[in-house]
């Protein structure tokens, strides 16, 4: 079976995947968009709902997608494929999809984009795995797709403007807030505006949810993480305490909060796991919110024809995403002779000003979401860190303290991230409590394989090799 | 805690009786039915089987290898924990799997 052949296979239609095929289409480049999601847009953008379907040529939905896109639709130069999943990347840019209309199938890209975005971390807790616990991103999703309110009382704990505009969200739907916790400062909060720099209308944003806030009399009450959520019959009681700045329990300072659903978000890490599969090379940075791909200034990454933009090549949100995508596209244009050299240094040089000062956002996000070394101390032994296989921090400890203080021999050791969602929840946590516990060993992330998401064996069976 | 009792209608859905920026992109599709455990329950098309689950007061979909409940948590493909039997299937992830008139769905939330 001869494989589809394409000149570019974006993976991922989020800010940066979008915006790198909206200038691929302008320039008629026979580009292939896969997302996995049944719309397009990311968890940013999140365009509207739409019933599946397979390998249509689509207009994208979104109004902050250059029209450009359109004309590639127009020109049948741009071909999407959603929902539909990449299972993995192998020499020669093939790459393995897999969705419910068509199967398993192959496809081939002489350059390929990288777009995966990010998920969100969260700061385990006694009780985090409870049903009524779910992310800030969740609540949100429910919300803003589904007008789903995930209950009518809500308390939101975590670091940084996602927990503002969900608040704002739930208020404007009528819900309850029972708590706002910030884990944050408010000076903090107020260095913030230092940063965001030219980037005003974040500002703006910030500002219109905290207007909600204050006309509907929620105060966020700083400093406060959750230590333990339990199940009290018709409601979960929250168990808070002050947290300061090294990570230590402030006593004297617990405090109960009783709610229907808890929303929690610490931040958020890349999607990494396609592009290490595909052999990309990857650092570590606590500025980058952990582990991304490293990239030139053209975005390309160590290996050559496959680039990477957006969220995994550093956290700093989607203006940094959109940007890069724009840089990535530009890049392949420009090697592939379709824009000459000075052109492609015109379009790149203002963009590139732009990333830096995103980045700078970045950073101070980044540094605001991280969890001190000695917070861990502070988490009790049965406290549950990877979810599918129900392996505790006090596991963990038991096992680093014997000397198992890398990531692939605690791995084997104790099962933790080897259950379904293959350590993408655990592994940042792991990580960190890796550099808590055993600073001194060299890093290295989890490893990852084909299948990057748990396939049906009968579905791969099927997969006939290309020669 | 896992009964539909356990959340008030009224403060479901409230988007959708207003003109809010957070819901103007949301477009709800035609009504259906669909079943729960048996329990002929209430969905839109082109919505997701977690947030059909949801919002008809389902929080409990699973339990974990060591036996305790587990829900939705990041709701948007990556953590598996939201994992739902389909038309007697194999399980799949409730917040990426849209629901369809007349599918069964079974969640173990006993």
């Known amino acids: 079976m001869p494989a589809e052949k394409y000149d570019v296979a974006i993976i991922g239609g989020g800010p940066a995947g979008m915006s790198a095929a909206s200038i691929l289409a302008e320039h008629s480049v026979k580009t292939l968009l896969i997302d996995e999601n049944g719309r397009l847009g990311g968890q940013l953008w999140r365009g ?32 999407v494929h959603s929902p539909a999943c990449v299972l993995g990347v192998f020499p020669e840019n093939n790459i393995l999809l897999s969705s419910k209309e068509e199967g398993i199938k192959e496809v081939k890209a002489q350059n390929i984009i990288f777009a995966t975005g990010a998920r969100e971390k969260v700061r385990p807790f006694e009780g985090w795995t409870l049903p009524e616990v779910m992310t800030v991103g969740a609540a949100q999703i429910l919300l803003k797709n589904h007008q789903v309110l995930a209950a009518s009382e809500i308390l939101l704990n975590g670091t940084g403007p ?31 505006t230092r940063v965001i720099g030219g980037q005003l209308p974040k500002l703006g944003q910030g500002c219109s949810s905290l207007g909600y806030l204050l006309k509907n009399r929620v105060l966020p009450k700083y400093r406060r993480q959750i230590i333990k959520a339990e199940n009290k019959g018709d409601l979960i009681e929250a168990t808070t305490v002050e947290i300061s700045s090294d990570g230590t329990i402030v006593s004297g300072s617990s405090r109960q909060y009783k709610t229907q659903i808890i929303a929690v978000t610490n931040g958020f890490v890349g999607n990494i796991e396609l592009p290490q599969v595909a052999g990309c090379e990857l650092e570590y940075s606590s500025a980058k919110g952990g582990w991304f791909v490293t990239v030139d200034s053209s975005m390309e990454t160590s290996v050559n024809t496959i680039f990477a933009a957006g969220e995994i090549t550093g956290i700093a949100g989607g203006d940094k995403a959109v940007i890069e995508g724009r840089l990535a596209a530009l890049s392949i244009l420009h090697q592939s002779e379709r824009m000459s050299k000075s052109d492609f240094e015109n379009k790149q040089k203002p963009l590139l000003v732009k990333r830096k000062q995103y980045q700078r956002f970045g950073t101070y996000l980044n540094h605001q979401w991280a969890i001190p070394s000695k917070e861990w101390d502070t988490i009790d032994d049965d406290t549950i860190i990877c979810r599918c296989e129900d392996i505790t921090i006090g596991k963990l400890r038991s096992w680093i303290k014997t000397g198992f203080t890398s990531s692939s021999v605690l791995k084997r050791a104790t099962r933790c991230s080897m259950g379904n969602c293959q350590g993408r929840t655990c592994g940042p946590l792991i990580y960190d409590i890796l550099a808590a516990y055993a600073p001194a060993t060299n890093k290295r992330p989890f490893s990852a394989r084909m299948p990057v998401k748990p396939i049906l064996l009968g579905d791969l069976a099927q997969v006939e090799v290309i020669q | 805690m896992n009964s539909p009792d356990g959340v008030s209608m009224d403060n479901l859905r409230v988007g959708k009786k207003q003109d809010d920026r957070a ?74 799997t849209l629901v369809e008139e007349g599918m069964e769905v079974q969640i173990d939330a006993g």
């Open chain 1, 162 to 192: 996602l927990i503002y505009l969900l608040a704002g969200n739930i208020l404007k739907q009528n819900g309850r807030i029972s708590a706002l916790l910030d884990r944050s400062t408010f000076t903090n909060l107020l260095a913030a």
């Open chain 2, 23 to 96: 819901c103007k992109s949301v477009e709800l599709g035609k009504e259906i039915i669909f079943y729960v455990n048996g329990k002929p329950t209430q969905a839109y098309q082109g919505e997701t089987i977690h947030a059909a689950l949801i919002c008809a007061g389902y929080r409990q979909f699973r339990k974990s290898k060591t036996n305790q409940p587990r829900g939705v948590f990041c709701g948007m493909g990556v953590c598996y924990e939201c994992l739902v039997s389909i038309d007697s299937g194999p399980r799949r992830q409730a917040c990426v």
């Open chain 1, 48 to 79: 509207s709902a739409k019933p599946a379907g397979v390998s249509r040529f689509i207009n994208p939905l979104n109004n902050k997608i250059n029209l450009a896109a359109t004309t590639g639709y127009r020109n049948g130069s741009l071909l």
